[in-house]
């Protein structure tokens, strides 16, 4: 196990470089100049030039990114264009924003997920079943920005249940939670689809297994068959799709933050590539992308505690 750990750790490490590398060519090579936004549209050309000077963007490319590279084994990621603050405290401040409406959203599509998987394989073929299916593939079809409109207009505007928009509470208070429902809904739905129909296709799997009907053939209770034997061998492929899908969740929140207005991390990089904020943008690439693959890393080690069959030896 120690072992996959510190090959996995440079794995990460080798592609966090491939993916800064790649976000900092993309960043550079795109139409429009930082400094030009930053000098404004009076700004004359040597007003530019020395901008540009000032920034270090007159140097090539390549030793552009061994300077950020550096920077960023050091634990520095630069300073805003725009801002001037710092891109570490810029995300650390709206990190918690991000975080809580990833873990948020996935609570919310393990708990649909996951119940609406076990009980279609339990009644396979009911009308309980077929409704599932069409209901899942909604999931997946509808588009986040589409659904939360939807949402903000029922729940927000007619019924005025909850609020528009905004996370301004920690989500364990009341206010907070509210804040909470609408875009975890959101951004939870079409990963409650996948779940609920990886959970079906892994539990009728199980269902059918050898084991599971000699556990029946001796007497087991239906109750104990389920949750002892079925249910456990079952969530190995769905802990897989839930981990990936919080991966993706943390890094997915751009768009949802922005219907909502949450001033987390996806609006923060919405509005620094906006604005050709290099630093902000690399920055915040580089979390989302260094979170993505921890979560993976931490998947993989907790299937040898779910599954003793499997080993890493």
């Known amino acids: 196990m120690a072992g996959l750990i510190v090959q996995r750790f440079i794995q990460l490490l080798l592609l966090l470089i491939g993916i800064s590398f790649i976000v900092f060519l993309s960043m550079h090579i795109a139409p429009g100049d930082p400094a030009s936004i ?27 990114y061994w300077d950020y590279l550096k920077g960023v084994f050091t634990g520095d990621l630069g300073f805003s264009y725009q801002t001037k603050q710092s891109v570490t405290e810029a995300l650390t401040q709206r990190f918690p924003n991000t975080l809580n409406l990833a873990i948020a959203s996935i609570i919310v599509a393990v708990v649909i997920g996951v119940t609406a998987g076990i009980i279609s394989a339990l009644k396979h073929n009911s009308l309980f079943d077929a409704l599932s299916t069409i209901i899942a593939l909604g999931g997946i079809s509808i588009p986040n920005f589409w659904l939360g409109a939807v949402l903000i207009l029922i729940f927000a505007v007619n019924l005025q249940w909850l609020p528009v928009g905004g996370l301004t509470e920690p989500f364990w208070t009341i206010e907070g939670m509210k804040q909470l429902i609408l875009p975890a809904l959101t951004l939870g739905t079409g990963s409650a689809a996948m779940i609920a129909r990886m ?37 190995i492929p769905v802990i897989t799709v839930i981990g990936l899908n919080f991966g993706f969740l943390l890094g997915g929140t751009i768009i949802t933050e922005q219907v909502f207005a949450i001033n987390g991390v996806g609006r923060l990089m919405i509005e620094s590539i906006a604005a050709r904020d290099f630093p902000m943008v690399q920055g915040a690439v ?28």
């Open 199 to 235: 959970s079906r296709s892994a539990m009728l799997e199980v269902i059918r297994a050898d084991y599971v009907r000699t556990a029946r053939a001796k007497g087991v209770r239906e109750k104990s068959v389920i949750m002892l034997h079925c249910l456990r061998n079952a969530m």
């Open 38 to 64: 930053i000098g404004g549209p009076t700004a004359s050309k040597a007003d530019i030039k020395a901008i540009q000077e000032n920034l270090g963007l007159n140097k090539p490319i390549l030793v552009q």
């Open 286 to 313: 580089l979390l989302v992308a260094t979170l993505f693959v921890l979560v993976n890393l931490i998947v993989d080690i907790v299937y040898a505690f779910i599954d003793p069959r499997i080993s890493y030896e």
